[in-house]
Protein backbone atom coordinates (compact mmCIF):
# COMPACT_ATOMS: atom_id res chain seq x y z
CA UNK A 1 0.00 0.00 0.00
CA UNK A 2 2.77 2.36 -0.33
CA UNK A 3 3.55 2.86 3.73
CA UNK A 4 7.19 2.87 4.78
CA UNK A 5 8.37 0.81 7.82
CA UNK A 6 11.30 -0.32 10.05
CA UNK A 7 12.22 -2.12 12.56
CA UNK A 8 11.00 0.75 15.60
CA UNK A 9 8.76 2.78 13.42
CA UNK A 10 6.33 2.89 10.46
CA UNK A 11 4.15 5.51 9.14
CA UNK A 12 0.59 4.83 7.99
CA UNK A 13 -0.44 6.76 5.02
CA UNK A 14 -3.78 8.63 4.64
CA UNK A 15 -6.68 6.56 3.73
CA UNK A 16 -5.13 3.32 5.37
CA UNK A 17 -5.57 2.27 8.91
CA UNK A 18 -3.42 -0.10 10.77
CA UNK A 19 -3.67 -3.00 12.91
CA UNK A 20 -1.25 -3.76 15.94
CA UNK A 21 -0.59 -6.49 17.74
CA UNK A 22 1.44 -7.67 20.87
CA UNK A 23 3.01 -11.23 21.20
CA UNK A 24 0.25 -12.33 17.96
CA UNK A 25 -2.75 -10.60 19.73
CA UNK A 26 -4.45 -7.42 18.56
CA UNK A 27 -3.52 -4.43 20.93
CA UNK A 28 -4.46 -1.70 18.89
CA UNK A 29 -5.60 0.34 15.53
CA UNK A 30 -2.79 2.68 14.02
CA UNK A 31 -4.40 5.74 12.56
CA UNK A 32 -2.45 7.58 9.60
CA UNK A 33 0.70 8.71 10.41
CA UNK A 34 3.79 8.11 12.70
CA UNK A 35 4.16 5.31 14.29
CA UNK A 36 7.08 3.86 17.02
CA UNK A 37 6.82 -0.09 17.69
CA UNK A 38 9.05 -1.61 20.04
CA UNK A 39 9.85 -5.01 18.82
CA UNK A 40 11.65 -6.34 21.71
CA UNK A 41 8.26 -6.15 23.33
CA UNK A 42 6.51 -8.10 20.91
CA UNK A 43 4.96 -4.76 19.31
CA UNK A 44 4.44 -4.87 15.48
CA UNK A 45 2.66 -3.88 12.70
CA UNK A 46 0.29 -7.05 11.58
CA UNK A 47 -1.42 -5.57 9.01
CA UNK A 48 -2.80 -2.64 6.87
CA UNK A 49 -6.84 -2.42 5.76
CA UNK A 50 -7.93 0.51 2.96
CA UNK A 51 -11.09 2.83 4.25
CA UNK A 52 -11.52 3.93 1.14
CA UNK A 53 -14.82 3.14 -0.58
CA UNK A 54 -14.52 -0.30 -2.36
CA UNK A 55 -16.90 -1.61 -6.03
CA UNK A 56 -17.78 -5.15 -6.28
CA UNK A 57 -20.08 -5.69 -9.08
CA UNK A 58 -21.67 -8.87 -9.05
CA UNK A 59 -23.59 -10.49 -12.13
CA UNK A 60 -26.52 -12.69 -10.87
CA UNK A 61 -28.32 -15.49 -12.93
CA UNK A 62 -32.20 -15.76 -11.61
CA UNK A 63 -36.00 -16.83 -12.43
CA UNK A 64 -38.82 -14.54 -12.19
CA UNK A 65 -42.36 -15.39 -11.13
CA UNK A 66 -43.47 -15.56 -15.07
CA UNK A 67 -40.66 -18.20 -15.43
CA UNK A 68 -38.42 -16.11 -16.85
CA UNK A 69 -34.76 -15.95 -16.74
CA UNK A 70 -32.77 -12.72 -16.09
CA UNK A 71 -29.15 -11.99 -15.67
CA UNK A 72 -29.39 -8.39 -12.87
CA UNK A 73 -25.62 -6.94 -13.06
CA UNK A 74 -25.37 -4.83 -9.23
CA UNK A 75 -22.51 -2.69 -8.02
CA UNK A 76 -22.16 -2.82 -4.40
CA UNK A 77 -19.84 0.20 -2.37
CA UNK A 78 -18.84 -0.31 0.69
CA UNK A 79 -15.84 0.35 2.82
CA UNK A 80 -13.79 -0.13 6.39
CA UNK A 81 -15.46 1.23 9.36
CA UNK A 82 -12.45 2.54 11.02
CA UNK A 83 -13.75 1.97 14.50
CA UNK A 84 -14.46 -2.00 13.71
CA UNK A 85 -11.16 -2.46 11.59
CA UNK A 86 -9.79 -4.86 13.88
CA UNK A 87 -13.33 -7.09 13.13
CA UNK A 88 -12.48 -6.40 9.67
CA UNK A 89 -9.28 -7.58 9.62
CA UNK A 90 -9.83 -10.82 11.81
CA UNK A 91 -13.29 -11.77 10.56
CA UNK A 92 -13.19 -11.95 7.30
CA UNK A 93 -10.47 -13.58 4.87
CA UNK A 94 -12.05 -12.83 1.93
CA UNK A 95 -14.88 -9.94 1.64
CA UNK A 96 -15.68 -9.79 -1.71
CA UNK A 97 -16.60 -13.44 -1.96
CA UNK A 98 -18.59 -12.86 1.42
CA UNK A 99 -20.50 -9.99 0.20
CA UNK A 100 -21.04 -11.61 -2.85
CA UNK A 101 -22.92 -14.95 -1.74
CA UNK A 102 -25.13 -12.58 0.30
CA UNK A 103 -25.84 -10.37 -2.23
CA UNK A 104 -26.83 -13.77 -4.58
CA UNK A 105 -28.92 -15.13 -1.25
CA UNK A 106 -30.85 -11.76 -1.22
CA UNK A 107 -31.64 -11.33 -5.26
CA UNK A 108 -32.67 -15.02 -5.38
CA UNK A 109 -35.38 -14.93 -2.56
CA UNK A 110 -36.39 -11.89 -3.49
CA UNK A 111 -36.82 -12.05 -7.77
CA UNK A 112 -38.71 -15.40 -8.15
CA UNK A 113 -41.80 -13.58 -6.63
CA UNK A 114 -42.02 -10.85 -8.74
CA UNK A 115 -42.91 -11.14 -12.58
CA UNK A 116 -40.33 -9.78 -15.20
CA UNK A 117 -42.51 -6.38 -15.87
CA UNK A 118 -42.70 -5.49 -11.93
CA UNK A 119 -38.71 -6.30 -11.96
CA UNK A 120 -37.99 -3.26 -14.20
CA UNK A 121 -40.23 -0.86 -12.78
CA UNK A 122 -39.07 -1.63 -9.27
CA UNK A 123 -34.99 -2.28 -9.71
CA UNK A 124 -35.06 0.30 -7.29
CA UNK A 125 -36.73 -1.78 -4.47
CA UNK A 126 -34.92 -4.60 -5.02
CA UNK A 127 -31.57 -2.68 -4.34
CA UNK A 128 -33.04 -1.24 -1.42
CA UNK A 129 -34.17 -4.35 -0.26
CA UNK A 130 -30.58 -6.27 -0.69
CA UNK A 131 -29.02 -2.87 0.94
CA UNK A 132 -30.95 -3.25 4.50
CA UNK A 133 -30.58 -7.01 4.42
CA UNK A 134 -26.68 -6.81 3.27
CA UNK A 135 -25.99 -4.34 5.85
CA UNK A 136 -26.94 -6.14 8.91
CA UNK A 137 -25.15 -8.93 7.95
CA UNK A 138 -21.84 -6.97 7.09
CA UNK A 139 -22.28 -4.87 9.56
CA UNK A 140 -21.09 -7.49 12.43
CA UNK A 141 -17.61 -7.81 10.59
CA UNK A 142 -16.51 -4.29 10.34
CA UNK A 143 -17.68 -3.41 7.50
CA UNK A 144 -19.98 -0.66 6.07
CA UNK A 145 -22.35 -0.73 2.79
CA UNK A 146 -22.92 2.91 1.10
CA UNK A 147 -24.69 2.27 -2.05
CA UNK A 148 -25.94 -0.54 -3.72
CA UNK A 149 -27.16 -0.35 -7.30
CA UNK A 150 -28.97 -2.31 -9.81
CA UNK A 151 -27.25 -1.25 -13.17
CA UNK A 152 -28.79 -3.78 -15.45
CA UNK A 153 -31.53 -5.83 -15.83
CA UNK A 154 -31.00 -8.41 -18.76
CA UNK A 155 -33.18 -11.08 -19.90
CA UNK A 156 -32.84 -14.03 -22.27
CA UNK A 157 -32.05 -13.02 -25.87
CA UNK A 158 -35.24 -15.01 -27.03
CA UNK A 159 -37.22 -12.78 -24.72
CA UNK A 160 -35.79 -9.18 -25.79
CA UNK A 161 -36.77 -10.21 -29.18
CA UNK A 162 -40.53 -11.14 -28.02
CA UNK A 163 -40.64 -8.29 -25.85
CA UNK A 164 -39.82 -5.91 -28.67
CA UNK A 165 -42.35 -7.77 -31.00
CA UNK A 166 -45.00 -7.34 -28.54
CA UNK A 167 -44.49 -3.77 -28.19
CA UNK A 168 -44.04 -3.31 -31.94
CA UNK A 169 -47.52 -4.87 -32.67
CA UNK A 170 -48.85 -2.97 -30.13
CA UNK A 171 -47.68 0.44 -31.89
CA UNK A 172 -48.98 -1.04 -35.32
CA UNK A 173 -52.45 -1.52 -33.85
CA UNK A 174 -52.73 2.24 -32.20
CA UNK A 175 -51.32 3.17 -35.54
CA UNK A 176 -54.13 1.07 -37.90
CA UNK A 177 -56.67 2.55 -35.52
CA UNK A 178 -55.34 6.44 -35.76
CA UNK A 179 -55.30 5.78 -39.85
CA UNK A 180 -58.58 4.34 -40.01
CA UNK A 181 -59.72 7.23 -37.78
CA UNK A 182 -58.60 9.74 -40.32
CA UNK A 183 -59.75 7.58 -43.76
CA UNK A 184 -63.12 7.86 -41.78
CA UNK A 185 -62.69 11.70 -41.61
CA UNK A 186 -61.47 12.15 -44.83
CA UNK A 187 -64.32 10.01 -46.14
CA UNK A 188 -66.96 12.05 -44.30
CA UNK A 189 -65.65 15.09 -45.13
CA UNK A 190 -65.76 13.99 -48.98
CA UNK A 191 -68.81 13.35 -48.42
CA UNK A 192 -70.07 16.09 -47.27
CA UNK A 193 -68.47 18.57 -49.73
CA UNK A 194 -69.71 16.42 -52.70
CA UNK A 195 -73.25 17.32 -50.98
CA UNK A 196 -72.62 20.70 -51.24
CA UNK A 197 -71.56 20.64 -54.33
CA UNK A 198 -74.49 19.20 -55.72
CA UNK A 199 -76.89 21.56 -53.51
CA UNK A 200 -74.80 24.28 -54.87
CA UNK A 201 -75.42 22.98 -58.23
CA UNK A 202 -78.73 22.09 -58.12
CA UNK A 203 -79.50 25.83 -57.05
CA UNK A 204 -77.64 27.09 -59.42
CA UNK A 205 -79.49 25.30 -62.46
CA UNK A 206 -82.90 26.67 -60.39
CA UNK A 207 -81.55 30.36 -60.51
CA UNK A 208 -80.94 29.77 -64.45
CA UNK A 209 -84.17 28.23 -65.35
CA UNK A 210 -85.79 31.00 -63.27
CA UNK A 211 -83.40 33.57 -64.97
CA UNK A 212 -84.41 31.86 -68.31
CA UNK A 213 -88.21 31.97 -67.80
CA UNK A 214 -88.42 35.81 -66.50
CA UNK A 215 -86.25 36.70 -69.10
CA UNK A 216 -88.44 35.02 -71.72
CA UNK A 217 -91.56 36.51 -70.22
CA UNK A 218 -90.29 39.83 -70.38
CA UNK A 219 -89.54 39.54 -73.56
CA UNK A 220 -92.69 37.91 -74.57
CA UNK A 221 -94.72 40.99 -72.76
CA UNK A 222 -92.35 43.63 -74.13
CA UNK A 223 -92.68 42.81 -77.67
CA UNK A 224 -96.60 42.35 -77.92
CA UNK A 225 -96.93 45.65 -76.22
CA UNK A 226 -94.73 47.38 -78.48
CA UNK A 227 -96.01 45.25 -81.86
CA UNK A 228 -100.17 45.68 -82.20
CA UNK A 229 -102.00 42.41 -83.42
CA UNK A 230 -99.27 39.94 -82.48
CA UNK A 231 -100.04 37.09 -79.64
CA UNK A 232 -97.88 35.75 -77.02
CA UNK A 233 -97.77 32.23 -79.19
CA UNK A 234 -96.60 33.97 -82.01
CA UNK A 235 -94.04 36.11 -80.29
CA UNK A 236 -92.75 32.16 -78.43
CA UNK A 237 -92.80 31.25 -82.10
CA UNK A 238 -90.31 33.91 -83.17
CA UNK A 239 -87.89 33.55 -80.01
CA UNK A 240 -88.29 29.62 -80.55
CA UNK A 241 -87.08 30.36 -84.01
CA UNK A 242 -84.09 32.30 -82.88
CA UNK A 243 -82.57 30.48 -80.71
CA UNK A 244 -82.70 27.44 -83.04
CA UNK A 245 -80.82 28.94 -85.31
CA UNK A 246 -78.05 30.78 -82.41
CA UNK A 247 -78.17 27.09 -81.76
CA UNK A 248 -77.03 25.52 -85.26
CA UNK A 249 -74.58 28.86 -85.64
CA UNK A 250 -72.44 27.51 -82.14
CA UNK A 251 -72.73 24.13 -83.61
CA UNK A 252 -70.75 25.14 -86.54
CA UNK A 253 -68.50 27.78 -85.48
CA UNK A 254 -67.21 25.43 -82.49
CA UNK A 255 -64.19 23.27 -83.78
CA UNK A 256 -64.08 20.48 -81.46
CA UNK A 257 -67.78 19.29 -82.47
CA UNK A 258 -67.89 16.37 -85.07
CA UNK A 259 -70.39 16.11 -87.08
CA UNK A 260 -74.20 16.35 -86.34
CA UNK A 261 -76.92 15.79 -88.48
CA UNK A 262 -80.07 16.68 -87.25
CA UNK A 263 -83.89 17.70 -89.16
CA UNK A 264 -83.48 21.05 -90.34
CA UNK A 265 -86.69 23.28 -91.35
CA UNK A 266 -89.15 25.86 -89.91
CA UNK A 267 -91.79 23.05 -89.81
CA UNK A 268 -89.16 21.66 -87.21
CA UNK A 269 -88.98 24.95 -85.25
CA UNK A 270 -93.56 24.54 -85.17
CA UNK A 271 -93.02 21.22 -83.66
CA UNK A 272 -90.81 21.43 -81.41
CA UNK A 273 -92.82 24.63 -79.48
CA UNK A 274 -96.12 22.38 -79.61
CA UNK A 275 -94.01 19.62 -78.29
CA UNK A 276 -93.54 22.24 -75.21
CA UNK A 277 -96.93 23.46 -74.92
CA UNK A 278 -98.46 20.16 -74.87
CA UNK A 279 -96.12 18.98 -72.13
CA UNK A 280 -97.02 22.16 -70.58
CA UNK A 281 -100.82 21.55 -70.71
CA UNK A 282 -100.32 18.03 -69.56
CA UNK A 283 -98.38 19.00 -66.26
CA UNK A 284 -101.48 21.59 -65.59
CA UNK A 285 -103.96 19.05 -65.97
CA UNK A 286 -102.16 16.91 -64.21
CA UNK A 287 -101.54 18.98 -61.59
CA UNK A 288 -105.44 20.04 -61.34
CA UNK A 289 -106.81 16.56 -61.68
CA UNK A 290 -104.88 15.70 -58.50
CA UNK A 291 -106.00 18.70 -56.32
Do not use: W
Request: charged share 25%; proline share 3%; aromatic share 8%.
Amino acid sequence: MGNTSCMFCTCVEQGNIGVVERFGRFEKLAEPGLHIFNPFAGQYLAGILSTRISSLDVRIETKTKDNVFVQLLCSIQYRVVKAHADDAFYELQNPDEQIRAYVFDVVRALVPRMNLDDLFEQKGEVAKAVLEELGKVIGDYGYSIEHILMVDIIPDPAVRAAMNEINAAQRLQLASVYKGEAEKVLQVKRAEAEAESKYLGGVGVARQRQAITDGLRENILDFSHKVEGTSAKEVMDLIMITQYFDTIKDLGNSSKNTTVFIPHGPGHVRDIGEQIRNGLMEASTAQINVE
